[in-house]
């Protein structure tokens, strides 16, 4: 696959024709006076979804609805409001769709749960294999010293 | 005329590629050697076939011949000569036709290369290889006809994407295929091998070799695609966790895990069930990204129900590979006879462990892209699953198989010593973490940077731990040391040059956190300091391309004072598209970067810019390029491996037992 060109090609192709001279991702008049401000900005920009973009955060899209969105969450910063009322505040507007890191609720806990729950299954196929084929060899009923002569062989092989 | 001499040709390799799914495989049940005997030349006339329709199309594109939709479409005759040739796999009709260039000269190489190999294995894994050639060039016929003329040709054409137009585009794809692609080779082995139900250690002997040359072209195509991204779309990214990039990321853990299974294998008979699952998965993971990537799907659920033909086609292809090797798998995993025991504590334990960790990160990656689709389709709800939630599943299950990896290489087979191998790695341990205190202590900056710095340094000083003991154990004389360096087998410094560059790659992941960003408005003759350096904007040139506009922002880079070197960042306007595209201006000093964007050009010479500095970001693509090393390394010696055997073959002697 072409890969990421053609997907991000489209959409930029998409945003660029409709705009031919769009604005571009953060840019120096957005910036707030106020660096402790500006990084707690920057930072909820980039888990925030620009929502006509293909999964880019608004902090680094060029589409002028992200640039709306950063202007907004700065405004709302400014009037003293906290990350989560703003978080708040975009889902009420815009849906769960808006958040780059999905909410944990009942839609998504199998999203969540998903590496924890493929990782326990793994390990217990793993455990169970392991015990049949442990079993199947104390089936072969051999005696401790035959164990042993059994190991020795084994271990011939190697250098 | 060579247009249609090209079709023609492609509708030939599609009858062939019929020929070549049956007749072998009837030859194989009949026992009948004649009948085997057919699919290595058919294979390489198929591949030559499929050349010849690569090659039409692609002097369609050289010569500008704009009575093909194609052409039209996708080409302009002021384009350079370069993006006329790279610009034929630039859009989808191409892409696929590259695909199954790539795959068909996979059949050829093994039609070529794998002549000590068992007959009825070859005829089978051949004809497998042409299930999948015949189903994607009908795809192609059907659906996403390249040769497809127009009525009326225009004079000129649409251009190709100006973010295409790049030298890293040249690269990128066919790499990527490579990979790919490979993968279909390992899956056409595991498919015949469940057939003929012979599954040994032969059977891993043989897919080795191919499965790492998939893997290092996977290796070098991502990361080529990485910096691809990293320096065209201009806000000095590189990973983004996107669908596309995942769809790429999951066959390369996949294949990853393959590659450490086989081994076992090979060695040990061991983790049968796991490699030939891992086979058909590697594959599946790639029919899945060519789905999701030219099927429309990602754009959203209703794009794809829109216009469906190619889609669903592609959807039929995926469901028949992977669901008739699956059924196939379970059919036959139970009566395979598990060979090699291993203790827990072993090299065999060690590589289930990293197989068990690749497989849950590939899930992971799996679950993350494919998740909202999946609820939309249902439910009908929208969300977004971001960097934010690969960053907080993917890590956390990655660092252990960091930590996990120098183990690995130092365990024996069978039975190991955790506590003497930990003694042994006790330095590589000690080093990391004085580093970790250093960097603390001396630099400060985000814990995350400085732990995983720590993790880099373990792991590539435990990379070489195994190596060092081989070569210099004992205080041997220099001679003593390059005569052992020839007695080592060069899949061993291929396994410390692989691990290391992973570790290096982690390193210039790290030191992102120390990195700086400046955005800011830049008026002709200010300067700015990033970093430990400090940048002066002169002005803006205009200048013209072939079939672009562009105004570059000259700026001197200085360091205390003396000027260092000079970067022209630029933005580009491609008239044809109508498309703006920023053009970075890249200083690479030392193995950090000084990385700068412009845009919105002001009347009097202000830009809008957007500076980087990026401390040790190179390693990110060195430690890639590193890891691709030691695969060819291995590889090399892989290869002449197979070349003993047949020669032990033919002298009817047993082939001895590979001395790790």
Request: hydrophobic fraction near 55%.
């Amino acid at each position: 696959m072409n890969l990421k060109i053609f997907a991000r090609g489209a959409v930029m192709t998409c945003l660029l024709l409709l705009a031919p001279l769009a604005a571009r991702a953060v840019q120096p008049d957005e910036i707030m006076p106020d660096p402790r401000l500006e990084t707690r900005a920057r930072a909820l920009s980039a888990q925030l979804r620009c929502m006509v973009c293909q999964n880019e955060s608004i902090d680094e899209s060029h589409a002028d609805l992200a640039r709306d969105l950063r202007v907004l969450v700065r405004e709302r910063l400014q009037a003293g409001d906290s990350d989560d009322q703003i978080r708040t505040f975009l889902v009420r507007r815009y849906g769960d769709f808006i958040l780059l890191k999905p909410p944990f609720k009942l839609e998504t806990w199998l999203l969540w749960g998903a590496p924890f729950l493929i990782l326990l299954t793994g390990g217990c196929i793993i455990l169970v294999a392991r015990r049949r084929q442990m079993s199947l060899l104390s089936a072969n009923n051999l005696s401790e010293a035959e164990h042993a002569k059994l190991e020795a062989m084994l271990g011939e092989d190697e250098p | 005329m060579i247009v249609e001499t090209g079709h023609y040709a492609l509708v030939l390799a599609l009858a062939l590629a019929l020929v070549n799914s049956v007749v072998p495989v009837w030859g194989s049940v009949a026992r009948d050697q004649r009948l085997m005997a057919v699919a290595p030349p058919v294979a390489l006339i198929g591949f030559g076939l499929v050349a010849y329709a690569y090659f039409a199309l692609t002097m369609a594109h050289v010569v500008s011949d704009f009575s093909l939709v194609n052409v039209v479409e996708n080409s302009h005759s002021a384009k350079p000569l370069i993006y006329k040739i790279t610009g034929v796999w630039g859009n989808h009709e191409g892409s696929m036709l590259l695909w199954v260039l790539v795959l068909s000269l996979f059949a050829a190489a093994v039609a070529l290369f794998s002549r000590s190999m068992p007959e009825d294995m070859r005829a089978n894994v051949l004809a497998v290889q042409s299930w999948i050639a015949a189903a994607f060039i009908l795809f192609i016929l059907l659906t996403s006809n390249p040769f497809a003329r127009l009525a009326g040709a225009p004079v000129e054409g649409n251009d190709l994407n100006p973010l295409l137009q790049d030298p890293g585009l040249a690269i990128h794809p066919p790499l990527l295929y490579l990979g790919y692609v490979g993968l279909s080779i390992t899956y056409s082995f595991a498919a015949a091998a469940l057939i003929s139900g012979r599954i040994d250690a032969v059977f891993a002997r043989f897919v080795r070799p191919w499965t790492l040359i998939a893997w290092i072209s996977l290796t070098l195509g991502i990361a080529m695609g990485s910096y691809w991204a990293y320096y065209t779309l201009g806000w000095g990214g590189f990973w983004f966790w996107d669908p596309v990039e995942n769809a790429s990321l999951m066959p390369w853990l996949a294949a990853t895990a393959l590659l450490h299974c086989t081994a076992v294998m090979e060695k040990r008979e061991a983790l049968k069930i796991w490699t030939i699952f891992l086979a058909i998965l590697a594959f599946s993971l790639s029919l899945v990204g060519t789905f999701l990537v030219r099927s429309g799907v990602l754009t959203s659920v209703h794009a794809f129900a829109s216009d469906p033909t190619r889609g669903v086609f592609i959807l039929l292809i995926l469901v028949i590979f992977i669901g008739g090797s699956f059924a196939l798998f379970a059919l036959r995993a139970g009566g395979l006879q598990q060979g090699g025991l291993f203790a827990p504590v072993s090299r065999e334990g060690a590589i289930v462990l990293n197989n068990l960790l690749l497989t849950t990160c590939c899930a992971t990656v799996f679950t993350g892209t494919l998740y909202p689709l999946a609820l939309e389709a249902v439910t009908g709800e929208k969300i977004s699953v971001g960097p934010p939630f690969f960053n907080l599943t993917f890590v956390p299950l990655f660092i252990p198989l960091f930590i996990l990896m120098p183990f690995g290489q130092l365990l024996p087979w069978k039975r190991g010593d955790l506590a003497g191998v930990a003694q042994r790695l006790a330095v590589a341990f000690g080093a990391g973490l004085v580093f970790m205190a250093v960097l603390a202590a001396w630099r400060g900056g985000p814990a995350v940077s400085v732990i995983l710095s720590g993790v880099a340094v373990y792991v590539i000083l435990g990379s070489f731990v195994d190596l060092v003991r081989r070569l210099f154990g004992g205080g041997v004389s220099a001679d003593m040391v390059s005569q052992r360096a020839r007695g080592l087998p060069r899949h061993a410094f291929g396994t410390a040059f692989a691990h290391a560059g992973l570790g290096i790659t982690l390193l210039g992941l790290a030191a992102t956190g120390w990195g700086a960003e400046k955005i800011t408005a830049l008026k002709p003759g200010e300067a700015v300091e990033i970093g430990p350096y400090e940048l002066t904007f002169e002005s803006v040139v205009p200048r013209n391309g072939p079939n672009y506009s562009e105004l570059a922002g000259r700026t001197v880079i200085r360091s205390k004072g003396a000027v260092v070197t000079t970067i022209d960042p630029a933005t580009r306007f491609y008239p044809t598209r109508r498309m703006n595209r920023s053009e970075a201006g890249i200083a690479t000093l030392g193995l950090g970067q000084v990385y700068m964007s412009i845009a919105d050009v002001a009347a009097n010479g202000a830009v809008n810019a957007r500076i980087f500095w990026k401390p040790l970001v190179a390693l990110i693509w060195i430690g890639a390029l590193i890891m691709a090393f030691g695969g060819c390394l291995s590889l090399s010696d892989l290869s002449f491996r197979i070349g003993i055997a047949r020669r032990a073959r033919k002298a009817q002697a047993p082939r001895p037992q590979p001395a790790e």
